[in-house]
Structure formats: C-alpha cells, structure tokens
C-alpha cells in the first residue's frame, strides 16, 4: 500500500524540480517509467530525464500549487496548477495552466504518469501569431 508521505515527498520534489535537479527524478520514477502529456510521450527513465531537461532547459521560473491526493491503492490522482515563466512564450510572462496527474506506483516508485491538461492554455495559446488565430476559432465555434 503506499504511503500518503512519499507522495507528498514526490510533490514537494516537483515544487523544487528545476534544470538542475532532473537528474534526482530517478528517487522517484521507475527505469521502465511511462510518462504521457498532451504533447508529448516518453517511454524509460532515460527519455524521461532527457525530455524534462529539454523543458526546463530555458524556464526561468516554475512552480505547483497541488491539491489533496486521491489516493486509492497504488494509484494517485492529483489536480494541480501551474504557474511558469519562459522568455519565448506570452513575452517572458507567467502562464498559468490548470491540470490533473494520474500516477500509478510500484514499489513506492512511479511507474506510469499521466498528466492532462489544455496544450492550448499551457503553450499555442501564448505564441503570438497562433494566439489570435486560435482565439478567432474558439469565437467561430463559440457561435
């Protein structure tokens, strides 16, 4: 059965996790991890690292704000909000992103994680060119 505290050691990792800690997510991630996002899939501890270090690579602020856990068994289930500042995404202003995490763990250790949330709200929509663009269609299908 896991424990309440090694998830929130999990989550008080994620409220430190930046471009210089990725290499510690092994603490908390199984080799053989499957993570999955609304943008991406990676398969391995490995591709993991490898792709939290491409995203926190020019981040110059990022945090987490997690709501109590659901925790039934090995599995977790989380919302959250992020707030996070990148110079090439809304002009180096904070954007923030509501979400939810399942995590499904074995021995004590995540095996599988799934985050879910607006790929739109979280990126496309603080690109300049795409943000009119996409603001155009949400009003067209608004009616």
């Known amino acids: 059965m896991l424990c309440k505290a090694r998830v929130q050691e999990f989550f008080d990792f994620y409220q430190k996790l930046d471009k210089n800690s990725t290499k510690n997510l092994d603490q908390y991630y199984a080799k053989q991890v499957s993570f999955t996002d609304p943008l991406h899939q990676v398969e391995g501890l490995e591709q993991l690292i490898a792709y939290f270090d491409r995203l926190y690579a020019r981040v110059t602020e990022i945090g987490f704000e997690f709501s109590e856990p659901d925790i039934v068994g090995d599995r977790v289930w989380c919302s959250w909000v992020m707030t996070y500042r990148h110079p090439r995404i809304n002009s180096g202003n904070p954007v923030r992103v509501e979400g939810a995490s399942r995590l499904d763990w074995q021995d004590n250790k995540v095996v599988c994680h799934r985050d879910f949330f607006d790929g739109g709200q979280m990126l496309w ?12 269609l949400k009003k067209r299908m608004a009616g």
């Open 125 to 136: 929509e603080q690109l300049p060119l795409l943000r009119s663009v996409i603001a155009a």
